[in-house]
């Protein structure tokens, strides 16, 4: 966008301005404004849900109310263990206890006052679920489907959804309605599902041409902004922030583009950054992510336009920038789409990567990771085991029997035909698997060497390399109703066979700016910068450059939304005072009796 030659400053003056719409963001404005203050939510791109709309709607909460509800056997000291276990010398303990006991009080917030609704995870185990502290299920939770009718017409302001996880324009929640499609060909009850699912979404797409059914992160994004329209806050599309006006060491308001024109707004408590982390800004990746040195091997998944507008802007005033985690991003691998229609994308390889009958190698021919662990801890084996650490790649894989029944990227399982993503490229296939390596560049007989000592194995359920679907998330990776010894194991003996290449990819930032427990941004003397808070990508995760599990960049970029605006309304001032007056009256109480 050209900016204009004049800068003008307007007469509006706001409590709270908010740079960026995605959860954190609209937490943050939402709390605010039930809190008392008049609010202003900027964002950049023309539509708002930053990454959130595109993202799978999970948060992280450990003892949530649903959990509390539901019974899970939980609790706060055992979520921190398991957090001080994930982030070693990177533990904020200031930071973790703020998270963990604000988090269920900020979901219990948002289910009383808002259109926000979530479904619990039980099932949904932590990602390292053996360490200490470390849980089968209970701690996730995911934003409950939403009808996007509720939005009415503030619809087409909502970002649309990640296209590759979705089918034929239908987006398919994770849970029990990604299972029911899995299972359509074996269950009665599945089948009736997926065809009622079907009809529904044909039904839409006659009357409104896209679905009305909106689930994971699009949900999320939706539910927050009906929330947010129904309060009345502003908010302002197309317009990025620029830059942020002090008054000595006071943040008290921002620079923007509005329609063309450079403008200033004032705010009388500060301005929150959430605008969405790093993913797109060049210089910052070629400087922390050792893997793409040269810019073509990692694919983030994330808005185009996030790239690190409030990192930059926090970092013109003095603020302090930590990136000093062993990850400075949240990674999973991605596989590069072109559809028929010529538009391309990247798919998220989420959940065919642990499925029976699949593997992952190198362009070696060998295994080089447990392919039922988390995306994240995937990519570092990938990055590590590189033969080229400028240049990283791998194949997924699979066998006919396989690829039929569970799909693999953007090929779905049968009945689907997959002769496009065959005739275009995305996949390769052969008869044998000699010939599919030579297709695709991979030592033949080192390859067929791999695929026989692993069926050997998964044959019996082993898989005595990487113990592929030992514990519990590598278990839910699978297939529940796969008839093998482990729902993870199955060999690869049924050709034709397929190959699917992949790279690093991105989820969001870890790197970010460095915050306290109320979301107040830092300086470089670790002192507080009044008036500035981070929360979301924006902040330096509490999570240490690991990923411990499903939603902990939801979780947290809420949460700190929540305390931010808690902080700028002066309720935890008032938290501060009663808690000292109660702690008052109880010593004159003892000294009493």
Do not use: C
């Amino acid at each position: 966008m050209k900016l204009a030659d004049t800068q003008q400053s307007l007469d509006q003056i706001y409590d709270l301005i908010v740079v960026g719409s995605g959860a954190g963001g609209l937490s943050a404005a939402i709390t605010a404004k039930l809190h008392g203050l008049e609010v202003l939510v900027i964002e950049k791109e023309a539509q708002f849900g930053g990454t959130t709309a595109r993202s799978g709607g999970w948060l992280w909460i450990p003892m949530n109310p649903l959990a509390r509800k539901a019974g899970v056997n939980d609790s706060i000291e055992s979520a921190k263990t398991y957090i001080r276990h994930e982030t070693g010398r990177f533990f904020d303990e200031k930071r973790t206890d703020a998270f963990l006991r604000a988090g269920p009080e900020m979901i219990q917030f948002f289910l009383e006052h808002t259109a926000v609704r979530f479904d619990a995870g039980y099932l949904f185990p932590d990602y390292h679920p053996d360490v200490e502290g470390g849980m089968p299920g209970g701690r996730p939770i995911v934003a409950a489907a939403f009808d996007a009718r509720e939005l009415g017409e503030h619809l087409p302001k909502l970002a649309r959804p990640f296209r590759a996880l979705g089918f034929a324009g239908l987006a398919i929640s994770s849970g029990n309605d990604l299972l029911h499609f899995f299972n359509f060909s074996r269950s009665l009850r599945s089948f009736i599902y997926v065809v009622k699912r079907m009809a529904s979404h044909g039904l839409d797409l006659l009357r409104y041409g896209r679905s009305m059914r909106l689930v994971n992160g699009n949900a999320l994004a939706g539910r927050l902004g009906k929330s947010l329209f129904e309060l009345g806050i502003p908010l302002w599309l197309s317009s990025p922030a620029t830059g942020l006006i002090r008054d000595g060491n006071r943040i008290v308001g921002v620079k923007l583009v509005r329609d063309g024109k450079a403008i200033e707004l004032r705010s009388r408590r500060g301005v929150v950054l959430a605008s969405g982390g790093f993913p797109h800004d060049q210089h910052r990746r070629k400087r922390l992510y050792r893997h793409d040195p040269k810019g073509r091997s990692h694919w983030p998944l994330p808005p185009k336009g996030n790239t690190g507008d409030g990192a930059s802007m926090a970092e013109s005033i003095g603020a302090r920038f930590f990136d000093a985690f062993p990850q400075a991003a949240a990674w999973a691998p991605v596989s590069e789409v072109r559809w028929p229609d010529g538009e391309t994308g990247l798919y998220p390889h989420f959940v065919d990567r642990g499925k029976p009958g699949i593997i992952a190698v190198n362009e070696r021919g060998k295994r080089f990771v447990n392919e039922s662990s988390s995306y994240h801890d995937f990519v570092q084996a990938m990055v590590a085991d590189a033969k080229d650490p400028s240049d990283v790649k791998a194949w997924f894989i699979a066998d006919r029997r396989a690829i039929r029944r569970y799909g693999l990227g953007m090929v779905r399982p049968w009945p689907v035909p997959m002769g496009w993503w065959i005739k275009s490229g995305y996949v390769q296939t052969a008869e044998s698997l000699t010939a599919l390596a030579a297709k695709v560049g991979i030592e033949g007989q080192s390859l067929v060497e791999t695929v026989q000592s692993f069926n050997r194995h998964a044959a019996d359920g082993l898989d005595p390399d990487f113990h592929r679907g030992a514990n519990a998330y590598g278990r839910a990776q699978g297939d529940a109703k796969h008839p093998g010894k482990n729902p993870s194991l199955a060999p690869l003996d049924v050709g034709p066979y397929f190959a699917l290449r992949i790279r690093p990819g991105e989820l969001g930032s870890f790197a970010g700016l460095q915050s306290d427990d109320q979301a107040r941004v830092l300086d470089r003397e670790g002192k507080v910068i009044e008036g500035l808070y981070a929360v979301g990508n924006d902040a330096a995760s509490i999570m240490g450059g690991n990923y411990p599990g499903g939603g902990i960049t939801l979780g947290p970029a809420m949460t700190f939304g929540y305390l931010a605006a808690r902080h700028a309304a002066g309720a935890q001032l008032l938290i501060e005072q009663s808690l000292r007056l109660e702690a008052f009256a109880e010593h004159e109480l003892k000294d009493r009796f």
